[in-house]
């Protein structure tokens, strides 16, 4: 499936949950890993602003991209953030979607005139 890079560099995100082990199978509480490294994976929820609109989209973070002191409602900075569009079938009913990635989630810095 193709991947589009993300450019985040005229971009403010905001921190909106707080990451946890991102969950496989809802049914036996299975925790994703990375098909390539076998590394837990994590997921957060951010408000990705940019050109006066914003979105509020659930990131894929490895456990080690996860750095300390993250607050909620700050700002973060999500290195090699890649989307990736998908699509299924499930019980007869087309599905589709865009999932997001990164190689970490840090601390961030609001851009200047952002809000202004």
């Given at each position: 499936?193709?991947?589009?890079?993300?450019?985040?560099?005229?971009?403010?995100?905001?921190?909106?949950?707080?990451?946890?082990?991102?969950?496989?199978?809802?049914?036996?509480?299975?925790?994703?890993?990375?098909?390539?490294?076998?590394?837990?994976?994590?997921?957060?929820?951010v408000?990705?602003?940019?050109?006066?609109?914003?979105?509020?989209?659930?990131?894929?973070?490895?456990a080690?991209?996860?750095?300390?002191?993250?607050?909620?409602?700050?700002?973060?900075?999500?290195?090699?953030?890649?989307?990736?569009?998908?699509?299924?079938?499930?019980?007869?009913?087309?599905?589709?979607?865009?999932?997001?990635?990164?190689?970490?989630?840090?601390p961030?810095?609001?851009?200047?005139?952002?809000?202004?």
């Amino acid at each position: 499936m193709k991947t589009i890079r993300v450019e985040t560099s005229a971009a403010t995100i905001l921190l909106t949950e707080a990451p946890e082990p991102k969950v496989r199978d809802r049914q036996t509480g299975e925790i994703a890993k990375d098909a390539v490294s076998g590394e837990e994976l994590m997921r957060i929820g951010v408000v990705y602003m940019e050109d006066g609109e914003s979105s509020l989209i659930n990131v894929t973070i490895p456990a080690s991209g996860v750095s300390e002191g993250l607050t909620l409602g700050t700002p973060v900075s999500l290195p090699g953030l890649i989307a990736r569009p998908w699509e299924s079938v499930f019980n007869g009913r087309e599905r589709h979607g865009v999932a997001f990635r990164a190689a970490a989630v840090t601390p961030g810095a609001v851009l200047a005139g952002v809000g202004d």
